[in-house]
């Protein structure tokens, strides 16, 4: 995977010199293609990277608690749901195909997208697993909380699979709105399929990873070099290896826990992640 980072950044140094002021230019600078088995020979000292762990974040007690359906209550404000026209207005509504499958599936899928976002754009996640907000930081995230919710729509066979390809659409639409803001714009095609390879290729690996055969440390093994790992390594290093743990439970619990989330709140949008708010931090 660090393979296809190396070669998507390296791409981008290639067409977007011009620009490495840019936000995304020196967010990737760090990740730029290196030959490992050269860089282990030089006789040099490793400097290993320092997690500042957050003092009040108890990573130890965290995500160990039993699953539940991430299910939004009846009168929770942040519930969404459909208007409900009446008469004339609703006749016009059912001509412009509003309430059609399709229609429903879509704004279904824009809710689902706007709950990954949620989770993946606050300082929460970044502060409680030690994590720097790069695009490579924040485009793994993306991935893993895509992925938890495709591999919940596809339990419900046929309809879940074509919801999810909604979803999918309109996260691929939002990674591209990301990346030409950040001011890439030559050969964006490009670089949006070698971020598509990344996303398939993260994809293919965690559902390996949750497989009743897969090693215990498998998950976290893949969170760490798709999300943590900077360096080439496939183990997580002694000072990573804390927050690592924690995003390992944390994912499991959250795919346990989409398990138990019924089928309407899922295509309507109408659940919420684990809060990985300050005050809920050290009981979730």
């Known amino acids: 995977m660090l ?3 190396s070669r998507a950044i390296s791409q981008f140094a290639r067409v977007n010199y011009s620009q490495r002021n840019s936000e995304l230019g020196r967010h990737l600078c760090s990740y730029h293609c290196r030959d490992y088995s050269k860089v282990a020979a030089v006789a040099e000292p490793a400097v290993e990277k320092v997690y500042n762990v ?18 939004l ?25 509003f309430y059609s499958k399709q229609s429903k599936s879509i704004r279904g899928a824009n809710v689902i997208y706007h709950r990954v976002i949620h989770q993946v754009d606050r300082p929460a996640i970044y502060d409680v697993f030690s994590l720097e907000k790069t695009f490579k930081t924040t485009f793994s995230l993306l991935v893993i909380h895509m992925w938890l919710c495709l591999r919940r729509l596809k339990q419900e066979g046929k309809e879940g699979v074509e919801l999810g390809q909604y ?6 639409h939002d990674v591209e709105l990301r990346v030409s803001k950040a001011g890439v714009n030559l050969l964006l095609i490009k670089w949006m399929k070698d971020l ?29 070099r798709n999300v943590f790992s900077d360096d080439g390594t496939s183990r997580p290093s002694d000072a990573a290896l804390l927050p690592v743990q924690a995003m390992s439970r944390y994912v499991r619990r959250e795919s346990n826990c989409l398990s138990l989330t019924d089928k309407e709140a899922m295509f309507s949008g109408n659940f919420m992640f684990t809060s990985l708010g300050s005050t809920t931090a050290g009981t979730v």
């Open 167 to 172: 979803l999918y659409e309109i996260y691929n």
């Open 73 to 97: 209550a009846p009168d929770s404000p942040f519930r969404v749901e459909d208007p409900q026209y009446e008469g004339f207005k609703r006749f016009i509504f059912k001509l412009m195909l």
């Open 3 to 5: 393979t296809r980072w």
């Open 196 to 224: 598509e390879k990344i996303f398939y290729g993260n994809i293919v690996a965690y559902d390996a990873a949750m497989l009743p055969e897969a090693k215990q440390d498998e998950l976290q093994n893949v969170i760490w």
């Open 54 to 71: 957050n003092a009040e974040v108890n990573l130890n007690k965290m995500f160990w608690s039993k699953p539940h359906s991430l299910a």
